[in-house]
């Protein structure tokens, strides 16, 4: 079983920048294909980026999000980070990050169904 540690969030200013980090441990992130979400209350928990660590790296994004998100990951920390530019107000959420029950290859990676386990979940709130 993976655990999964968020961190980086906090309360900033619209225009401003974040990196989010997630630190691994119990698997190898480059073996998986991660993902970051967020939820607002009352709302569903949205997809925002994932990247493939055993494909390449190959990035994935919601169109909401695209130009202004970077997700990464970093293989010798097992941590992946979601560099997040430009914040807007309604960037503000909950933000947390997910592994698959296997390695490889996934379902839909924007679907919060293909993800088996998750963090605690980072606040980001963005004040206009």
């Known amino acids: 079983q993976v655990q999964l540690v968020e961190s980086g969030g906090g309360l900033v200013q619209a225009g401003d920048s974040l990196r989010l980090s997630c630190a691994a441990s119990?698997?190898?992130?480059?073996?998986?294909?991660m993902g970051w979400f967020r939820q607002t209350p009352g709302k569903e928990r949205e997809f925002v980026a994932a990247?493939?660590?055993?494909?390449?790296?190959?990035?994935y994004y919601a169109d909401s999000v695209k130009g202004r998100f970077t997700i990464s990951i970093d293989n010798a920390r097992n941590t992946v980070y979601l560099q997040i530019l430009n914040l807007k107000p309604e960037d503000t959420a909950v933000y947390y990050c997910?592994?698959?029950?296997?390695?490889?290859?996934?379902?839909?990676?924007?679907?919060?169904?293909?993800?088996?386990?998750w963090g605690q979940g980072t606040q980001v709130t963005v004040s206009s």
């Open positions: 997910a592994a698959p029950g296997r390695t490889g290859p996934i379902g839909a990676v924007s679907s919060s169904k293909s993800f088996t386990s």
């Open positions: 119990g698997r190898t992130v480059s073996s998986y294909t």
């Open positions: 990247i493939a660590g055993w494909g390449g790296g190959t990035t």
